[in-house]
């Protein structure tokens, strides 16, 4: 496939160009996307004015605004956007995957062999609520804990940092539960959060439990809300033995305080 | 006609499972194998695709890397190890799910 000359180019440029809410490094992905498409096009004896027709047409001003109201934003105050319409055509109803399967994780019942599953294609993703299981048995108010969200001076490097969430003092060994349904993204040593475990939830919510004495998952486990994942400890940068607890939502810590029954 | 409901959850894990199987692609050639191995029947929109590969950014689940191809800039998407994680996870979760509604559906294969 011969690359596009510099004016054909510059021609699919200037028409990203026109759509004014379209910034780098949006832009530079869609441009290289749109050069794809019309190489493609190209490749396939299409003139380069048919070729840059349709793909003005994949790609015009409403997608542009779609695309941009999707994407996640960097406030975590703001709510992510759904997806926006999916206008993903299918023909047919077979799907078939490769014969590979992953390398671990396989489901104990293996009486339908991946090849002959039909080509069904279900919603994984519902609509989860905010984790809100409470990970300790000590009660969930904010009278209980001993730290909570925001800017503080950190007990032990004595600096004004961000408390990227919540902590309850509690004896070590003290059972810790998962606050929501999920699965385990990491899980063990972390800095100066000692033994850590991280869960995401869905496509928002993550949470954190820090300075642990054991971790019980591994990465890649399914956890439900209220599971026994973990028990308290004070590895890491800690002073006494508690649960340092966090939410993540789009990215950035949140007052889990918020979360909780 | 399929209800888009139906595969709006799946996205993420589709991407997850070519990222694990390729190494590194970027967005186009994402869309170009999704075609070729659905042979036709799916066609991912850029409306789709791309806040699903940002959204695995942010998430921590994919890195990214550009490289200077053709007269511009290409974005490349790799899984980081918890993607390596996820992807495995959500695959397993999905072909669970889909043995478990094959029996509750009873659904026949022969199409």
Known sequence: ?261 | MHDTELLKGTLKTIVLRLLAEEGRMYGYQITQRVRELSAGELELTEGALYPTLHKLEKAGLVTTEKERVGGRMRKYYRLSPQGQASATTYLAQFQHFVLVMNRVLQLKTDQ
């Not at chain 1, 003290?174 to 100066?192: E, K, L």
């Open chain 1, 1 to 261: 496939m011969s690359p596009l000359t510099p004016e054909q180019l510059a021609a699919i440029t200037h028409y990203l160009d026109r759509l004014p809410r379209l910034t780098p490094p949006l832009k530079e992905e869609l441009l290289d996307h749109l050069c794809c498409a019309v190489e493609d096009q190209l490749a396939r004896g299409a003139s380069f004015a048919d070729a840059l027709a349709q793909v003005q047409g994949l790609m015009n001003e409403n997608e542009v605004d779609e695309i941009i109201h999707s994407l996640p934003k960097n406030r975590s105050k703001m709510i992510q956007a759904l997806l926006g319409v999916l206008t993903i055509s299918l023909t047919g109803f077979l799907f078939p995957w490769p014969a590979a399967t992953p390398p671990s994780v396989v489901p104990d019942t293996a009486e339908c062999p991946i090849s002959e599953l039909p080509a069904l294609m279900p919603p994984l993703v519902v609509d989860w609520a905010p984790p809100s299981h409470c990970p300790i048995d000590m009660g969930c108010t904010e009278d209980r804990t001993s730290s909570g969200f925001g800017m503080r001076i950190h007990p032990v490097t004595n600096e004004e940092v961000l408390h990227r969430g919540i902590d309850w003092r509690a004896p070590l060994g003290t059972p810790v539960y998962a606050a929501g349904p999920g699965h385990v993204m990491q899980a063990g040593q972390n800095g100066q959060y000692g033994n850590y475990i991280r869960l995401v939830h869905d496509d928002t919510y993550q949470t954190a439990y820090a300075h642990l004495s054991e971790v019980l998952v591994k990465v890649g486990d399914t956890v439900e809300a209220g599971d026994l994942i973990g028990r308290v400890g004070s590895s890491g940068a800690s002073i006494g033995s508690h649960l340092h607890y966090e939410v993540i939502k789009n990215g950035s810590p949140v007052n889990p305080i918020a979360y909780l029954p």
